[in-house]
């Protein structure tokens, strides 16, 4: 009995790893260099513009997210949940920019 609440208590831990702060701040102010966003549901929101510098995004759920136009130079995106995620003209975490999401007067030359 004992190891069963200690194996849900593991997997609660592991599924809710980001810190609280970190999210806030990058609602707040779209700015979160370093932070940890790892497992964070980002789902849904617009994050257009933000900087999420060096930041982990690890495991988050980017489903429906718009983050065009922001800065994700060295994000870690391992085992995100990206689908309908806007990254239109976006910094990628290996520093090219991506047209993923753009219209046609979105992509520039």
């Known amino acids: 009995m004992m190891l069963k609440y200690l194996i849900f208590?593991?997997?609660s831990?592991?599924?809710k790893a980001y810190d609280e702060n970190d999210l806030l701040k990058l609602i707040n102010t779209n700015i979160c260099i370093k932070c940890d966003l790892?497992?964070?549901d980002l789902g849904?929101?617009?994050?257009?513009g933000s900087n999420l510098q060096g930041s982990?995004?690890?495991?988050?759920i980017l489903i429906g997210t718009d983050l065009s136009y922001s800065n994700l130079i060295d994000v870690n995106l391992s085992s995100?949940?990206?689908?309908?995620?806007n990254f239109c003209n976006?910094?990628?975490p290996n520093g090219n920019k991506s047209i993923e999401g753009c219209s046609n007067i979105?992509?520039?030359q």
Not at 44 to 48: A, E, I, W
Not at 80 to 85: D, G, V
């Open 56 to 60: 982990s995004l690890k495991g988050s």
């Open 80 to 85: 995100a949940f990206i689908r309908s995620t």
């Open 106 to 108: 979105e992509i520039k």
């Open 90 to 92: 976006t910094v990628m």
């Open 9 to 11: 208590f593991l997997i």
């Open 13 to 15: 831990f592991e599924l």
């Open 44 to 48: 849904g929101r617009n994050f257009k």
């Open 38 to 40: 790892s497992n964070a």
